[in-house]
């Protein structure tokens, strides 16, 4: 091989890796929408206080309606458009069982459960503040909301590492199949 072949850009490779952020990316901006969705269903439920500060103009809650439609929306678009360049880009081997797939499944499960961790702690220390402080003026809706969403895709990306981690077959991984 001749010294300018050995250094060839890896073209397919960087695709690949390219797509696999895009889906993480664009599964983590579905994520927020459908946590500010939440959130504003939560304070339907909880009470305005649940979520927001009483008297906020314009109304937080539609606002969160809008935003959440919108970011949720969007990236699913997104989502979208990586999961069909990764299908036109990668056998279903790969997609099923490369390292590549072993590293966004671990990716994944680490920062869905990073944002779930925080937003579940964070959520629920409000919510027993507001509930246990006379007075507190804690919103336990957003991070509950996130909380609890993010702790859906790390669920979703745990079961994929372990399903890495037994050697499964093809098409019996969860993973963008």
């Not at 939440?38 to 206080?49: C, H, K, N, R, V």
């Not at 969007?74 to 360049?85: D, E, Y």
């Amino acid at each position: 091989m001749s010294a300018q072949g050995s250094r060839r850009f890896p073209g397919r490779a960087f695709l690949r890796a390219y797509l696999r952020v895009g889906i993480l990316i664009s599964l983590i901006v579905v994520a927020v929408g459908l946590s500010t969705l939440l959130s504003a269903t939560l304070s339907a439920i909880f009470g305005y206080g649940f979520s927001y500060y009483p008297g906020a103009s314009p109304d937080p809650r539609t606002l969160d309606w809008v935003n959440g439609t919108t970011t949720t929306l969007v990236g699913l678009i997104f989502l979208g458009v990586h999961i069909w360049g990764s299908r036109a880009a990668e056998a279903r081997e790969e997609r099923a069982n490369s390292e590549l797939s072993r590293l966004t499944a671990a990716a994944g499960a680490i920062v869905f459960g990073l944002v779930a961790i925080i937003g579940l702690v964070t959520g629920i220390s409000a919510a027993l503040t507001q509930i246990f402080v006379r007075g507190s003026q804690n919103q336990p809706g957003p991070p509950l909301a996130a909380g609890i969403i993010f702790s859906a895709g790390w669920a979703w990306f745990v079961v994929s590492v372990f399903r890495h981690l037994r050697g499964d077959q093809p098409g019996t991984n969860a993973e963008f199949d």
